[in-house]
């Protein structure tokens, strides 16, 4: 069964950086297509990142030019730089498999303070 287990949340203040950690286990990230998502308090789920086999990238129009996905295939992790930080960012994050999710991992979450 595949797990995924986010980290790296946490409080900081607009215009601050974090970068968010997804391990993999049970599938290989370099042969799937991963993403991140985000979920705010009230609000559906929403695809932010998302990186493809082949190492192409593409972001919701809320975080383009700030945030990036990359991944270490070594470690079977994915990564999201988040930069120049907004209070809207703030949200639980989740990586998963866009095309045919995986089960849910707990998620991270990331406040924004204005």
């Known amino acids: 069964q595949v797990q995924l287990v986010e980290s790296g949340g946490g409080l900081v203040q607009a215009g601050g950086s974090l970068r968010l950690s997804c391990v993999v286990s049970?599938?290989?990230?370099?042969?799937?297509?991963m993403g991140w998502y985000r979920q705010a308090p009230g609000k559906e789920r929403e695809l932010v990142a998302r990186?493809?086999?082949?190492?192409?990238?593409n972001y919701a129009d809320s975080v383009k030019g700030r945030f990036t996905i990359s991944r270490d295939n070594a470690k079977n992790t994915v990564f999201l730089q988040m930069n120049k930080m907004k209070p809207e960012d703030t949200a639980v994050y989740y990586c998963?498999?866009?095309?045919?999710?995986?089960?849910w991992g707990q998620g991270t979450q990331v406040t924004v303070s204005s």
């Open positions: 049970g599938s290989i990230v370099s042969m799937n297509n």
């Open positions: 990186i493809q086999i082949f190492g192409s990238t």
């Open positions: 998963n498999r866009p095309a045919s999710l995986f089960y």
